[in-house]
């Protein structure tokens, strides 16, 4: 059975350490744009002439999370030990994050929890492309790439509630690879402190592995079913690509807007000549309603904004989206005029 393994921690991290600081509170608009660019790019590597990606909201089960069990009891040992280490009261931070935790795992357990899923066409992924996933500050983007495969990685995270992100790729030769990463804080383990990230693995390699690899990744028999479900759905609908799991969805921290409404305005104000010019089709589905956007689509998003001519600001939502709407506008306009 899969399970989430976390190592030797080398310092006591607690629920806000450095390393992690940045993505706490990155605007939700550039998470998007990041997923986006991401597929955008591997579509590119896979050769497609077009990058179709979806974004994708379930409810989810307890049972549908991979090693749920390993999880609880590793938070709760971390809640315990952090609160020791600082005199039985965490720092607000750490506070914030244990109670946003603790509220995924009770709407998890209430049958009301949702998971994100964002897939795409693009090559996949393999052994090195998970390892460069699941490490910090490493990238498996080719140089002809243009844009931050990897860089960022961890910034979907903060569109977990729990903290903990799954991954998964089917290659064109019809190889699959998955896991997943889960982040909370040093915690006891069996005569050691336990690391704070948690791996969906099999197990870290011992020894200097020739390839760099790090991790036993496990056989395509012990992938979770909820990781295989949508897998077979890439492999159904693109025949290759890579699938990202996010559960405990937060819904990018929003009341009241829509999957829809949230992600097309990101993508019709980031990638415009993509969309215009065919080289990006992007879903939404979200309960029984897809939608899809497209030159059409786009252009009525863009048009309803044309006459806001500051940039978003950096405290609001949409925090992230390049240029201001007459902007985002004048670019649409100069794309269909060359047409």
Known sequence: ?????????????????????????????????????????????????????RFQVDDIQPEDIPDLQGFTK??????AHQAKSNSGVLPDA?????????????SIAAGTGAVLSVSDNGVGLDTRSMNSLLAD????????????????????????????????????DGERIASGKALLASHPGIGRLND??????????TGLDPSGSLYEFLDVG?????????????????????????PAFNNFKSEGRSLWEIVSKVAAYNFAPAIQHGKLALTTLEGAEA????????????????????????????????????HAYSILRALTDSE
């Open 1 to 53: 059975m899969a399970a989430l393994k976390f190592g030797r921690a080398t310092s006591n991290d607690g629920f806000t350490p450095l390393s992690t600081a940045a993505f706490n509170e990155i605007p939700p608009a550039r998470i998007i744009r990041e997923l986006i660019q991401n597929s955008l790019d591997a579509a590119v590597e896979a050769g497609e002439e077009t990058a179709r990606i």
């Open 196 to 205: 704070a990230k948690g791996y969906l693995i099999e197990d870290f390699k």
């Open 222 to 246: 012990e992938h979770p079913q909820l990781i295989s479900r949508h897998l077979d759905g890439v492999g159904r609908e693109f025949g290759h690509g890579c699938v990202v799991l996010i």
């Open 137 to 172: 500050g490493t990238s498996a983007k080719s140089t002809s790439a243009s844009g931050s495969y990897g860089v960022g990685h961890l910034a979907p995270m903060a569109l977990s509630d729990i903290r903990y992100m799954l991954y998964a790729g089917l290659t064109s």
């Open 291 to 326: 939608r899809h956007l497209d030159a059409g689509t786009m252009s009525t998003i863009l048009e309803q904004d044309q006459e806001r001519v500051r940039a978003a600001r950096s405290d609001s939502f949409f925090a992230g989206l390049r240029p201001s709407g007459q």
């Open 74 to 79: 590793a938070f709760k040992g971390a809640l």
């Open 94 to 106: 750490a506070q914030e994050v244990v109670d946003r935790i603790k509220r995924g795992l009770e």
